[in-house]
């Protein structure tokens, strides 16, 4: 049974989701938007940033970036078991 480690961060604008779906790559999800928002490519060399404790700081760093203006309410982490 593998457990996935889920991010989400409730916003001014929306709800964002981003999870691990390989070891150097995270994808990005929006509440209420079908398909992939976004991927966040890490280097192979850090991999410091594929800890499910990092996954909050990833999601917050790209909200500033690519989402400006909108203010996060709200970041947890969550786990979910497939």
Do not use: K
Request: net charge negative.
């Amino acid at each position: 049974m593998a457990v996935i480690y889920e991010a989400a961060a409730l916003t001014t604008g929306g709800t964002f989701r981003a999870y691990n779906i390989a070891e150097t790559v995270i994808c990005v999800t929006e509440d209420g938007t079908e398909g992939i928002t976004d991927f966040i490519h890490q280097e192979d060399r850090d991999t410091a940033l594929g800890a499910p404790e990092m996954l909050i700081p990833l999601l917050t760093a790209w909200l500033y970036e690519m989402r400006r203006g909108l203010d996060i309410i709200t970041a947890s982490l969550t786990s979910r078991s497939e």
